[in-house]
């Protein structure tokens, strides 16, 4: 096979046009991918006749060599394009994308999500109760978990709560009930009313009732001749406000070291009227939270003198409160970050 000089200057002139037009990527293709012009042409060498062979591989050497210094530019260009594109990583869609991309998102408006609807919903009641408000923190100690709520160390009802520790000790919450030392020393001395909302966590397994991650609300009131009377009256009005129907509600015996006596708050089913439902499952009646009079020992670990006040504590699920009163039937929903679900609400 013949060489031909003319052959290599159609190369060199094709090569300096991409060069202006082509970004790395394509141009590399197009020269030195696997069926790459350049590379084809290297191939060829084998069947060049053997007294040309010399200046044919001299010549395609030399172009071979500004192809790649093409490309190494090509590429540090590209790098320093890159990295000094700033991206905005609060933005709600990716701002590199072309204008059409960009229309389909720009229709598509973010909402809250269901549960801090709810919790909104449900500490609005409580504002409009006379309650102050304070969040829980997401990652707190032993004191707070257990030993302020009279859980001393090697108490056999810490087993009832199983959350997640991290190396150096701390612990992710699995209860809002973290948060009642410092509502009652930072909103002392009394009367104090406070609800206490937060994220909780537990080492569960997961099905339709139960997820490792949840919210609460916690509430604490107290004062001066404060009974358990004034505890069913505050969480029934609270309740029957959210629900929007009339309650009948009991109390029924539970176990919390940090309360004395400690109930299980129980309402009528607000869907059957006690008739029995897929809700309540068919019992007519929701076992809704934990709640009891506060301990004499969480109020002195708080500086509070038991022999003057009394008070009440509450903390119930805002998962399940929310599951009731949107017709949710499986908590795993909730954290799914499925659109399709989310866009209900
Ligand atoms: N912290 C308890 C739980 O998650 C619920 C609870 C029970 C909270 C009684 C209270 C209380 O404030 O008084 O299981």
Redesign the pocket.
């Known amino acids: 096979m013949e060489y031909s000089i003319k052959e290599i200057e159609e190369l060199v002139k094709t090569i300096e046009e991409d060069k202006k037009e082509l970004d790395y990527e394509s141009f590399r293709k197009k020269h030195t991918g696997n069926n790459g012009i350049l590379t084809q042409y290297l191939k060829k060498i084998i069947d060049i006749p053997n007294d040309q062979k010399a200046v044919y591989g001299k010549e395609i050497n030399s172009v071979k060599e500004d192809v790649l210094n093409i490309l190494e530019e090509k590429k540090k260009l590209e790098n320093t394009y890159y990295s000094s594109k700033k991206i905005d990583p609060t933005a709600p869609f990716d701002i590199n994308s072309n204008k059409d991309e960009l229309q389909k998102f720009f229709t598509l408006e973010g909402s809250k999500h269901p549960l801090t609807k709810e919790v909104e919903i449900l500490v609005d009641i409580f504002s409009s109760m006379g309650f102050d408000v304070l969040e829980s923190r997401q990652i707190d100690d032993d004191y707070h978990m257990f030993q302020s709520l009279n859980f001393p160390k090697g108490h056999p009802a810490r087993d009832m709560y199983d959350t997640f520790w991290t190396e150096d000790g701390l612990i992710l919450p699995?209860?809002?009930?973290t948060m009642?030392n410092r509502a009652l020393k930072s909103f002392g001395p009394p009367p104090i009313a406070v609800v206490l909302p937060g994220r909780c966590f537990r080492n569960e397994a997961t099905d339709a009732g139960h997820e490792h991650t949840f919210h609460?609300i916690?509430?604490v009131y107290v004062d001066k001749n404060i009974s358990l009377g004034n505890m069913i009256a505050t969480i029934k009005t609270y309740l029957e406000k959210y629900l929007n129907a009339e309650l009948e509600v009991r109390i029924q015996p539970a176990y919390?070291p940090?309360?004395e006596p400690?109930c299980e708050f129980v309402i009528s089913c607000p869907f059957c009227n006690k008739a029995g439902c897929s809700t309540c499952g068919h019992s007519g009646w929701i076992e809704i939270?934990?709640?009891?009079m506060?301990h004499p020992n969480v109020l002195k670990e708080a500086d509070i003198d038991p022999d003057i006040y009394t008070g009440?504590?509450?903390?119930f699920g805002v998962d399940r409160l929310t599951m009731i009163k949107l017709g949710i039937n499986d908590i795993r929903y909730l954290r799914s970050g499925n659109l399709n679900f989310l866009r209900q609400f």
């Open positions: 699995a209860h809002t009930s009642q609460q916690e509430g919390f940090f309360t400690d939270m934990g709640c009891g506060i009440f504590a509450w903390g």
